[in-house]
């Protein structure tokens, strides 16, 4: 026998489910009085460094309906490109930057909305820049494991060209699922869980 | 931080998720799953910087009753309805490694099993005294605890006839946005967790008793509370032996 290795196993994922906002956006939930406000309701403020965008969108199912349950939470790099995060040795992120943001999707008509702004770029593994990106996770009734995605911006057309992740993409129609689309500062990032749009999901 | 105030933070990238133990994302047994499981294969990609960090919450962000479901949402004086229970436990990772200064955040039904949400119908009544959320973040050895009334079982139209084991939803942020974790906690001995489609969807049986929290006869607090033990794993780093760069992996 050799030795074992002593690793623990993870704690396997189960759905959010739909009362997601019990937990995650009380406040939202009309259950106030518990919390002051919402976490990662706010990522900014008067004094964060960097161009104000606001990202919107809606998540739809397989038949093309806005799932009006869900719960997304962003996580960004500062216009700096750098985290605001111990893990971050690179240096120190804008302190008026929270990078990360949460917010659900409307139970009437399913769009979500972040108030945030433009991330600077960081290095990929071996050094080389990726393109200005947002990390999305998605959780909802009917999701039973947390998915994965990532936001590129249409007009960082060269920085996306040689972004490492979006050429590892193999069917090059899917790259257009990762880039949203721009009406001044507004970003709209539609995400499709099945189906012919589907968006690309990762194993991060 | 005692003991590990002057360790460097780790920058390994994670242990890649076995996607075999954890449930898929189309399971037709749990109906919801069917129109929102993406049927393309996900895209590895190991850690980049983007994964690697995350979000780490500081403890001014915590009111005195955030661990307190019985009392946080209670008029003064008055109490949630239910049996009262402990919820404790630790966060490690797959190393066997404490995991400080993580956010946890609880939600669950009222003794009845009803929800307060404004789209349960459930004709079980709402607690005024209970509001069903919670949330506290780990100390250096990664434990947390929380107290709270034991949940009910709550039907839900899937099948005809399907009840969910009484449970507590968890959410847990590690380190690192790649190791952002929602489960479910359920109890010893509670039949109705072998019954469930929700349950069901962990193909592993030893996975599913992973979310089984014993009774902690030990840290039961006589003539007050009962104690139930629950840990929680979340994705090992990669020991930094040969990756330790701070301009990126």
């Known amino acids: 026998m050799v030795q074992d290795l002593g690793y623990l196993k993870e704690t396997p994922s189960q759905t959010a489910g739909p009362y997601v906002h019990i937990g995650l956006t009380p406040n939202y939930s009309e259950i106030g009085g518990v919390y002051e406000t919402d976490l990662g309701s706010v990522m900014i403020n008067d004094k964060t460094l960097g161009e104000r965008i606001t990202l919107t969108g809606r998540v739809l199912d397989g038949a093309g309906a806005p799932v009006k349950d869900a719960v997304l939470e962003i996580w960004q790099a500062d216009s700096a490109g750098l985290y605001n995060s111990p893990s971050e040795l690179r240096g120190a992120a804008d302190p008026n930057f929270t990078g990360w943001g949460r917010c659900p999707t409307s139970s009437t008509d399913g769009v979500f909305r972040f108030g945030t702004i433009k991330p600077g770029r960081v290095p990929f593994k071996d050094g080389r820049k990726m393109a200005p990106h947002v990390t999305f996770w998605i959780v909802a009734r009917g999701i039973n494991i947390g998915l994965h995605t990532r936001m590129y911006f249409p007009e960082e057309t060269e920085a996306n060209a040689e972004d490492p992740l979006l050429a590892r993409i193999e069917h090059r129609d899917r790259l257009a699922t990762l880039i949203a689309a721009k009406e001044g500062s507004v970003y709209t990032f539609d995400i499709h869980l099945q189906g012919d749009k589907e968006t690309v999901f990762l194993d991060i | ?249």
């Open chain 2, 1 to 249: 931080m005692s003991d590990r105030s002057n360790s460097k933070p780790e920058t390994g990238a994670f242990f890649a998720r076995d996607r075999a133990w954890h449930p898929p994302a189309f399971a037709p047994g749990y109906k919801t799953s069917v129109l929102r499981s993406p049927q393309r294969a996900l895209l590895s990609l190991d850690g980049t910087i983007s994964e690697i960090t995350g979000p780490v919450f500081g403890h001014s962000i915590l009111n005195e009753l955030d661990n307190d479901l019985i009392h946080n949402f209670a008029r003064p004086g008055e109490s949630a309805i239910g049996e009262r229970i402990i919820v404790h436990g630790r966060v490690l990772d797959e190393r066997g490694r404490p995991v400080p200064s993580v956010l946890l955040e609880f939600w669950q039904a009222n003794a009845g099993g009803r929800y307060r949400h404004k789209k349960e119908t459930y004709l079980a009544a709402i607690d005024p005294n209970f509001g069903g959320c919670g949330r506290a973040i780990t100390d250096d050895e990664g434990h947390y605890a929380f107290r709270t009334i034991r949940p009910g079982a709550y039907p839900w139209p899937n099948g005809v006839n399907d009840w969910r084991p009484a449970h507590i939803h968890f959410s847990v942020f590690g380190h690192g946005f790649a190791q952002r974790l929602i489960t479910q906690m359920y109890f010893e001995g509670d039949p109705m967790i072998w019954k469930c489609p929700i349950v069901g969807t962990i193909p592993d049986k030893q996975a599913i008793e992973q979310l089984i929290a014993p009774l902690d006869w030990g840290n039961t607090i006589p003539m007050d509370a009962r104690a139930y033990k629950f840990d929680i794993v979340l994705r090992g780093r990669r020991s930094t032996l040969f990756e330790n760069r701070p301009e990126g992996n």
